[in-house]
Protein backbone atom coordinates (compact mmCIF):
# COMPACT_ATOMS: atom_id res chain seq x y z
CA UNK A 1 0.00 0.00 0.00
CA UNK A 2 1.26 2.95 -1.34
CA UNK A 3 1.64 6.12 1.99
CA UNK A 4 0.67 10.03 0.93
CA UNK A 5 1.10 11.86 4.55
CA UNK A 6 0.00 15.39 4.74
CA UNK A 7 -0.01 17.65 7.78
CA UNK A 8 -3.79 17.44 8.87
CA UNK A 9 -3.99 21.21 10.22
CA UNK A 10 -6.01 23.03 10.23
CA UNK A 11 -3.51 25.52 9.13
CA UNK A 12 -4.47 29.11 9.57
CA UNK A 13 -2.59 31.92 8.19
CA UNK A 14 -4.06 35.82 7.59
CA UNK A 15 -4.99 37.64 4.69
CA UNK A 16 -1.70 38.59 2.16
CA UNK A 17 0.63 35.73 3.80
CA UNK A 18 1.97 32.19 2.05
CA UNK A 19 0.19 29.32 3.12
CA UNK A 20 3.21 26.37 2.90
CA UNK A 21 1.26 22.81 2.26
CA UNK A 22 3.32 19.89 2.50
CA UNK A 23 3.03 16.12 1.15
CA UNK A 24 5.20 13.36 1.75
CA UNK A 25 5.10 9.87 0.09
CA UNK A 26 6.50 6.26 0.20
CA UNK A 27 7.17 5.08 -2.91
CA UNK A 28 10.43 6.58 -3.81
CA UNK A 29 9.88 5.32 -7.69
CA UNK A 30 6.44 8.31 -8.00
CA UNK A 31 7.10 10.14 -10.95
CA UNK A 32 3.57 12.19 -11.25
CA UNK A 33 1.94 14.05 -8.68
CA UNK A 34 -1.00 16.19 -8.75
CA UNK A 35 -2.61 19.25 -5.63
CA UNK A 36 -6.98 19.02 -5.72
CA UNK A 37 -8.70 22.05 -3.64
CA UNK A 38 -12.03 21.17 -2.07
CA UNK A 39 -14.13 23.12 -0.21
CA UNK A 40 -16.42 22.13 2.18
CA UNK A 41 -19.20 19.85 0.94
CA UNK A 42 -17.98 20.17 -2.90
CA UNK A 43 -15.69 18.04 -5.13
CA UNK A 44 -12.01 17.91 -5.97
CA UNK A 45 -11.06 20.41 -7.97
CA UNK A 46 -7.26 20.20 -9.75
CA UNK A 47 -4.98 23.01 -8.82
CA UNK A 48 -1.52 21.75 -10.32
CA UNK A 49 0.25 18.62 -11.36
CA UNK A 50 4.80 18.77 -11.01
CA UNK A 51 6.27 15.91 -12.92
CA UNK A 52 9.69 16.76 -12.54
CA UNK A 53 11.76 18.16 -9.51
CA UNK A 54 11.78 22.10 -8.66
CA UNK A 55 9.30 24.49 -8.76
CA UNK A 56 6.34 24.87 -11.02
CA UNK A 57 4.73 28.19 -10.59
CA UNK A 58 0.91 29.29 -11.81
CA UNK A 59 -0.28 32.34 -10.78
CA UNK A 60 -0.33 32.55 -7.35
CA UNK A 61 0.40 29.08 -6.44
CA UNK A 62 3.64 27.11 -6.40
CA UNK A 63 4.53 23.38 -6.36
CA UNK A 64 7.84 22.10 -5.52
CA UNK A 65 9.17 18.65 -5.77
CA UNK A 66 11.91 16.82 -4.38
CA UNK A 67 12.00 13.39 -5.34
CA UNK A 68 15.16 12.70 -3.51
CA UNK A 69 13.67 13.49 -0.53
CA UNK A 70 10.10 12.35 -1.35
CA UNK A 71 8.18 15.33 -1.11
CA UNK A 72 6.20 17.75 -2.70
CA UNK A 73 4.96 21.00 -1.80
CA UNK A 74 2.22 23.38 -2.29
CA UNK A 75 3.09 27.59 -1.60
CA UNK A 76 0.05 30.01 -1.77
CA UNK A 77 1.57 33.68 -2.15
CA UNK A 78 -0.84 36.27 -0.85
CA UNK A 79 -3.74 33.78 0.23
CA UNK A 80 -6.94 34.93 0.26
CA UNK A 81 -10.15 33.78 1.83
CA UNK A 82 -11.64 32.54 -1.18
CA UNK A 83 -8.66 29.92 -0.33
CA UNK A 84 -9.97 28.85 2.57
CA UNK A 85 -10.32 25.08 1.92
CA UNK A 86 -9.13 21.37 2.18
CA UNK A 87 -6.15 21.04 -0.07
CA UNK A 88 -5.41 17.61 -1.27
CA UNK A 89 -2.17 16.25 -1.98
CA UNK A 90 -1.72 13.00 -4.75
CA UNK A 91 0.79 10.36 -6.10
CA UNK A 92 0.36 8.64 -9.38
CA UNK A 93 0.34 4.62 -8.91
CA UNK A 94 3.31 2.89 -10.43
CA UNK A 95 3.43 -0.25 -12.66
CA UNK A 96 0.02 -2.26 -12.53
CA UNK A 97 -1.07 0.54 -10.59
CA UNK A 98 0.30 3.11 -13.00
CA UNK A 99 -3.71 3.92 -13.25
CA UNK A 100 -4.65 5.33 -10.10
CA UNK A 101 -4.05 7.92 -7.51
CA UNK A 102 -3.03 7.84 -3.80
CA UNK A 103 -4.58 10.72 -1.66
CA UNK A 104 -3.45 12.28 0.70
CA UNK A 105 -6.03 12.48 3.42
CA UNK A 106 -5.88 16.31 3.00
CA UNK A 107 -4.75 19.56 4.86
CA UNK A 108 -7.57 22.34 6.08
CA UNK A 109 -6.59 26.01 5.43
CA UNK A 110 -8.24 28.98 6.78
CA UNK A 111 -7.03 32.34 5.57
CA UNK A 112 -8.67 35.26 8.19
CA UNK A 113 -9.39 38.48 6.87
CA UNK B 1 -20.52 21.76 -21.76
CA UNK B 2 -17.86 19.02 -21.66
CA UNK B 3 -17.90 17.14 -18.64
CA UNK B 4 -18.76 14.54 -15.68
CA UNK B 5 -22.17 14.25 -14.31
CA UNK B 6 -23.29 12.16 -11.01
CA UNK B 7 -26.48 11.77 -10.02
CA UNK B 8 -28.92 11.90 -7.96
CA UNK B 9 -27.07 14.62 -5.66
CA UNK B 10 -28.67 12.87 -2.93
CA UNK B 11 -29.72 9.33 -2.01
CA UNK B 12 -31.24 7.38 0.84
CA UNK B 13 -31.59 3.82 1.42
CA UNK B 14 -33.13 1.85 3.54
CA UNK B 15 -32.03 -1.54 5.46
CA UNK B 16 -31.27 -4.26 3.06
CA UNK B 17 -31.68 -2.17 -0.50
CA UNK B 18 -29.13 -2.41 -2.95
CA UNK B 19 -28.95 1.24 -4.81
CA UNK B 20 -27.49 2.41 -8.03
CA UNK B 21 -25.17 6.04 -8.26
CA UNK B 22 -24.96 6.66 -11.88
CA UNK B 23 -21.78 8.35 -13.15
CA UNK B 24 -21.37 9.43 -16.97
CA UNK B 25 -18.47 11.53 -18.65
CA UNK B 26 -18.74 13.14 -22.22
CA UNK B 27 -15.19 13.99 -22.40
CA UNK B 28 -13.95 10.85 -24.29
CA UNK B 29 -12.22 9.61 -21.32
CA UNK B 30 -10.57 5.80 -21.10
CA UNK B 31 -10.76 5.88 -17.56
CA UNK B 32 -12.97 6.31 -14.99
CA UNK B 33 -13.07 5.85 -10.59
CA UNK B 34 -15.27 5.34 -7.74
CA UNK B 35 -13.98 7.14 -4.54
CA UNK B 36 -15.52 7.13 -1.11
CA UNK B 37 -15.34 9.97 1.28
CA UNK B 38 -16.13 9.85 4.77
CA UNK B 39 -16.31 13.05 6.82
CA UNK B 40 -12.68 14.59 7.75
CA UNK B 41 -11.02 11.74 5.82
CA UNK B 42 -9.35 11.91 2.68
CA UNK B 43 -10.40 9.94 -0.82
CA UNK B 44 -10.60 5.97 -0.83
CA UNK B 45 -10.66 3.87 -4.19
CA UNK B 46 -13.43 1.82 -4.59
CA UNK B 47 -13.48 0.43 -8.19
CA UNK B 48 -11.46 1.74 -11.08
CA UNK B 49 -12.28 0.99 -14.96
CA UNK B 50 -9.59 1.98 -17.54
CA UNK B 51 -11.14 0.14 -20.59
CA UNK B 52 -15.01 -0.97 -21.52
CA UNK B 53 -15.57 -4.06 -19.79
CA UNK B 54 -12.83 -4.42 -17.26
CA UNK B 55 -12.55 -3.02 -13.63
CA UNK B 56 -10.25 -3.30 -11.22
CA UNK B 57 -10.81 -3.35 -7.31
CA UNK B 58 -9.71 -0.89 -5.23
CA UNK B 59 -8.85 -0.60 -1.64
CA UNK B 60 -12.58 -1.18 -0.61
CA UNK B 61 -14.42 -2.79 -2.84
CA UNK B 62 -16.09 -4.71 -0.36
CA UNK B 63 -20.33 -4.40 -0.74
CA UNK B 64 -19.72 -2.50 -3.85
CA UNK B 65 -20.04 -3.10 -7.61
CA UNK B 66 -19.80 -2.03 -10.71
CA UNK B 67 -20.04 -2.09 -14.26
CA UNK B 68 -18.89 -0.93 -17.31
CA UNK B 69 -20.69 -1.90 -20.48
CA UNK B 70 -20.09 1.56 -22.26
CA UNK B 71 -17.29 4.29 -22.61
CA UNK B 72 -19.52 7.08 -21.02
CA UNK B 73 -21.00 4.95 -18.56
CA UNK B 74 -19.51 3.71 -15.28
CA UNK B 75 -22.41 2.86 -12.17
CA UNK B 76 -21.98 1.95 -8.55
CA UNK B 77 -23.91 -0.11 -6.90
CA UNK B 78 -23.94 -0.38 -3.20
CA UNK B 79 -25.05 -3.26 -2.25
CA UNK B 80 -26.63 -3.98 0.99
CA UNK B 81 -23.77 -6.06 1.92
CA UNK B 82 -22.04 -2.75 2.60
CA UNK B 83 -23.23 -2.33 6.38
CA UNK B 84 -21.87 1.70 6.46
CA UNK B 85 -22.89 3.07 3.44
CA UNK B 86 -23.16 6.84 4.45
CA UNK B 87 -20.88 8.57 2.69
CA UNK B 88 -19.82 11.01 0.14
CA UNK B 89 -19.23 9.03 -3.48
CA UNK B 90 -16.98 10.72 -6.44
CA UNK B 91 -16.81 9.58 -9.72
CA UNK B 92 -13.80 10.79 -11.70
CA UNK B 93 -12.30 10.30 -14.96
CA UNK B 94 -9.21 10.78 -17.03
CA UNK B 95 -7.44 10.59 -20.70
CA UNK B 96 -5.42 7.57 -20.68
CA UNK B 97 -2.65 9.74 -21.62
CA UNK B 98 0.58 10.40 -19.85
CA UNK B 99 0.47 12.24 -16.62
CA UNK B 100 -3.40 13.14 -17.28
CA UNK B 101 -4.72 14.17 -14.19
CA UNK B 102 -8.19 12.75 -12.86
CA UNK B 103 -11.51 14.59 -12.88
CA UNK B 104 -14.29 15.03 -10.57
CA UNK B 105 -17.96 14.92 -11.04
CA UNK B 106 -19.61 17.08 -8.09
CA UNK B 107 -20.64 13.41 -6.34
CA UNK B 108 -23.54 12.37 -4.53
CA UNK B 109 -24.62 12.01 -1.13
CA UNK B 110 -25.66 8.82 0.32
CA UNK B 111 -27.32 8.57 3.84
CA UNK B 112 -29.26 5.49 5.38
CA UNK B 113 -33.15 5.63 6.61
Partial sequence: QKEVE???????????????????YSDRGSQSFFWYRQYS???????????????????????QLNKASQYVSLLIRDSQPSDSATYLCAVRGRGS???R?????GTQLTVWP | DGGITQSPKYL??????????????????????????????????????????????GDI?????VSREKKESFPLTVTS????PTAFYLCASRADRDNQPQHFGDGTRLSIL
Avoid at chain 1, 6 to 24: F, K, M, R
Avoid at chain 1, 101 to 105: D, E, P, S, V
Avoid at chain 2, 35 to 44: A, T
Wanted: aromatic share 12%; charged share 20%; net charge neutral.
Fill in chain 1, 6 to 24: QNSGPLSVPEGAIASLNCT
Fill in chain 1, 41 to 63: GKSPELIMFIYSNGDKEDGRFTA
Fill in chain 1, 97 to 99: TLG
Fill in chain 1, 101 to 105: LYFGR
Fill in chain 2, 12 to 57: FRKEGQNVTLSCEQNLNHDAMYWYRQDPGQGLRLIYYSQIVNDFQK
Fill in chain 2, 61 to 65: AEGYS
Fill in chain 2, 81 to 84: AQKN
